[in-house]
């Protein structure tokens, strides 16, 4: 079972910079991929960055450019760096882990079978 807890979400101003973290109580070099996620208000929950077992990522493309997913193995941590931080990154920010093999896509919700409790992170204007 893994259990993930993300912490680091917050409020900044448009242009602003945040890290998020999603710290596993498992060994996360055993996670097929692992993702983050967002949802905000009144939206559907959609991926923003992925990266897998060997450590290919991908990014949703408002995510490109602005976002880095990395991940710590001696610490079994997952991060995501924001910069450029807009309004409509407002949202609450969730981890996830593929620990059962799915094969689908790498942003998909469905291929993720652990997720943590979310964090949330507040963009002004």
């Known amino acids: 079972q893994a259990h993930l807890v993300e912490s680091g979400g917050g409020s900044v101003q448009a242009g602003g910079s945040l890290t998020l973290s999603c710290a596993a109580s498992?060994?996360?070099?055993?996670?097929?991929?692992m993702a983050w996620f967002r949802q905000g208000p009144g939206k559907e929950r959609e991926g923003v960055a992925m990266?897998?077992?060997?450590?290919?990522?991908m990014y949703a493309d408002f995510a490109k450019g602005r976002f880095t997913i990395y991940r710590d193995l001696s610490k079994n941590i997952l991060y995501l760096q924001m910069s450029s931080l807009r309004p409509e990154d407002t949202a609450m920010y969730y981890c996830?882990?593929?620990?059962?093999?799915?094969?689908?896509?790498?942003?998909?919700?469905?291929?993720?079978?652990?997720w943590g409790q979310g964090t949330q992170v507040t963009v002004s204007s």
């Open positions: 498992g060994n996360i070099v055993g996670y097929y991929r």
């Open positions: 990266i897998a077992q060997g450590g290919d990522t």
């Open positions: 996830a882990a593929e620990t059962i093999y799915s094969g689908g896509p790498d942003l998909g919700v469905a291929e993720y079978d652990h």
